[in-house]
């Protein structure tokens, strides 16, 4: 507008219509809805007028903020002004300082379970029955690995009984490697170790493989098989009839190899491809909910439409998992307050209690979790971070806490720890027995995992339409009024339902987009 008078500037300014989202009535900020944000000048609906350009998704402060004052969204402190801020002034990262972290030997226990809401019934979808009681909602070939030593050569045998076995067994989904970077020069008996073998092990009974387990192991490694099943709630397995050894003295050389892979392979193809889906509650489905490149609108629109299908999915009997320490940290009261018992809540301060010395191990601490992105998303910190994606866990209690790479063994709301990044999260939540995946994103991700479904829902309209063939739900439409957090949860709900019935493709496995797995291992490497 190099021409511009004031009086232009004014008109132009007023030509958009200001669309804003308060998320608290006691928030003295609100963000703005508009696309590409909005120009100083623009006069809100209330007569404030903006002291500068705000971009979208970008916070205004709707009062005048003394230097200290608290800054309130989600009715709760984000932030304290790092300078005195004017009403209509645009409050950023450099405007605002970081609150100290919720102490966890103060955190309130139990004092707000909420009651059960009504039970959903009737609600069922089409999926694999497994031996041990779990249910898939895809049936899926998994050749499990002991050691990194034996990846390229399972990859090979993959690629070979895609093109030359799998066409015959049509009823089969698909086949994958479960592939790693662990298995030897490791330490076995070093604190943490036990979470990367027991992530394997129960990567390898998720449900999507249908329970006819086969591994295959270099020979010499550190973590032989033996190990890899030792479990007392593992169903026994026996190793000889399920373990190809590749130094095994009958091999000689890389063909025989693959022929033993490609061999065992096809025995479990011919079972798996014997199996039809059968309706079952949706009791059976354990969903787990992550997000990954947030922004300031995911907090309002897809964590809190994904939190009203998890209560959807809760009153039907179903598992519901969300995770990310980091990304609740600074949320924790919430979360403990609504722990179904003390138990529950002591186990839940203990996974953070874990966290917060392993961060400090690494010199780091929460601070170091929201990305660039996520900060030009408007997000300004975690704590205004860990509020908006907290919203995913919805309204019902606390039902159950897992450490990294535990399997679930209740229905209802539950806690898997795990770090946020999105590939270690999703990894963890598959080991938990995840099968189906909710992803929310702000900024974009053309994330997807081999071993389970995962729906995509963006915050933001615009991304949803300049992504349209990536992204599985708009949540957009609810910053923008066209539906209600009620009316995109329920669509979740029933997209879930779709997809794990095999009657929906999500656009991740319409592409094919499957992001390898990522072990969670905080033990050291020798
Ligand atoms: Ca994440």
Redesign the pocket.
């Given at each position: 507008m190099g021409n511009a008078s004031g009086v232009t500037e004014r008109n132009e300014a007023a030509a958009v219509r200001a669309l804003l989202i308060r998320a608290n009535a006691r928030d003295n900020v609100a963000i703005v809805v508009n696309e590409g944000g909005l120009p100083a000048g623009t006069v809100l609906e209330s007569g404030l007028v903006l002291r500068e350009a705000v971009p979208e998704a970008h916070k205004v402060a709707l009062a005048d903020l003394e230097k200290g004052a608290p800054i309130l969204r989600y009715g709760t402190v984000i932030g304290y002004a790092e300078v005195p801020l004017k009403a209509g002034s645009w409050v950023h990262e450099q405007s605002m300082r970081l609150p100290a972290p919720p102490k966890l030997d103060e955190l309130p226990i139990s004092t707000e379970v909420p009651e059960p809401l009504p039970p959903l019934e009737g609600c069922t979808f089409e999926g694999y029955v497994n031996e041990d009681g779990t249910v898939g909602t895809k049936n899926i070939l998994g050749i499990t690995t002991t050691v990194q030593c034996v990846a390229a050569t399972v990859d090979y045998a993959v690629r070979r009984i895609k093109t030359e076995l799998l066409p015959r067994y049509p009823h089969v989904d698909d086949v994958i490697s479960l592939t790693h970077s662990y298995g030897c020069g490791i330490a076995l008996d070093a604190p943490g170790a036990e979470i990367p073998v027991r992530t394997l092990r129960n990567l390898s009974r998720n449900p999507n493989l249908g329970g006819a387990p086969m591994m295959v192991s270099l020979g010499c490694e550190k973590l032989q098989p033996a190990v890899l099943v030792a479990s007392p709630d593992f169903p026994v397995l026996d190793t000889s009839a399920n373990v190809v050894r590749l130094q095994d003295e009958q091999h000689h050389g890389f063909e025989d190899m693959v022929t033993a892979i490609m061999r065992m392979a096809e025995a479990r193809l011919v079972r798996l491809n014997a199996r039809r889906r059968v309706t079952r509650p949706a009791a059976d489905l354990i969903v787990g909910m992550?997000?990954?490149g947030s922004d300031a609108f995911s907090g309002v629109t897809a964590n809190p439409a994904l939190g009203h299908a998890a209560d959807l999915l809760v009153r039907a009997g179903a598992t519901v998992i969300f995770s990310?320490v980091t990304e609740v940290r600074d949320a924790a009261a919430i979360v403990t307050a609504r722990a179904a018992n003390e138990t529950v809540a002591r186990e839940f301060i203990r996974e953070l209690a874990w966290y917060d010395d392993y961060l400090s191990r690494g010199e780091t601490d929460r601070s170091a979790n929201p990305s660039p992105g996520n900060k030009k998303g408007g997000l300004t910190n975690i704590v205004e971070k860990a509020l908006g994606a907290t919203a995913k866990a919805g309204s019902t209690a606390l039902a159950g806490v897992l450490g990294p790479g535990e399997r679930v063994n209740r229905r209802g709301l539950i806690f898997a720890a795990t770090p946020?990044?999105?590939f270690v999260?999703g990894t963890l939540q598959l080991a938990a027995g995840m099968n189906v995946h909710v992803f929310t994103t702000g900024r974009g991700t053309p994330y997807g995992l081999a071993m389970a479904p995962v729906i995509k829902v963006a915050s933001r309209s615009a991304l949803a339409q300049r992504w349209s063939d990536l992204i599985d739900v708009d949540a957009g439409v609810i910053a923008t009024g066209k539906a209600s957090v009620e009316e995109v949860g329920e669509q979740i709900f029933r997209l879930i339902l779709d997809v794990a019935s095999g009657r929906k493709v999500t656009c991740a496995d319409r592409w094919g987009l499957h992001n390898d797995l990522a072990l969670f291992n905080p033990s050291p490497v020798t």
């Open positions: 992550q997000c990954g990310e946020a990044g999105d999260c």
